[in-house]
C-alpha cells in the first residue's frame, strides 16, 4: 500500500507561480512513477505531468514549458512548479503513483488550484 499527501496549490491570479508537493509513504517499489493529474469542471481527469524513478518526465502538450515536475527520490517527494498560469489551469490537481509490478494506481486527496484575477 502507498498513502500520499499533497500540499501546496490556492488561488493566484493570471501569470502567477504555484507549487504543488506530493509525498508518497508506505510499501515504496524500487521502480515506479509519480506525478499530477488534473480534473476541472465538468471534464474528464487528464495528465499533467508524470516522472520515473529513473527520471524520465512526460508532460501535456497544454502544460510544456510552463509546468516542471521534479522528484527527491530519497523522499518519496514529488514537485509541480506551475509557471504562468492561467485561468484554464484552473482544476484540482491529484497526485498519483504508480506500481508497474502490478499495474496499480494510488490517488492523493486532490489540490485545488483557482487561477482568477
Known amino acids: 500500500q502507498v498513502q500520499l499527501v499533497e500540499s501546496g496549490g490556492g488561488l493566484m491570479q493570471p501569470g502567477g507561480s504555484l507549487r504543488l508537493s506530493c509525498a508518497a509513504s508506505g510499501t515504496i517499489p524500487r521502480i515506479n512513477t509519480m506525478g499530477w493529474y488534473r480534473q476541472a469542471p465538468g471534464k474528464e481527469r487528464e495528465l499533467v505531468a508524470l516522472i520515473t524513478s529513473a527520471g524520465t518526465t512526460n508532460y501535456a502538450d497544454s502544460v510544456k514549458g510552463r509546468f516542471t515536475i521534479s522528484r527527491d527520490g530519497a523522499k518519496n517527494l514529488v514537485y509541480l512548479q506551475m509557471n504562468g498560469l492561467t485561468p484554464e489551469d484552473t482544476a484540482v490537481y491529484y497526485c498519483?503513483?504508480?506500481?508497474?509490478?502490478?499495474?496499480?494506481?494510488?490517488w492523493g486527496q486532490g489540490s485545488q488550484v483557482t487561477v482568477s484575477s
Open positions: 498519483t503513483f504508480r506500481d508497474p509490478r502490478y499495474d496499480l494506481y494510488y
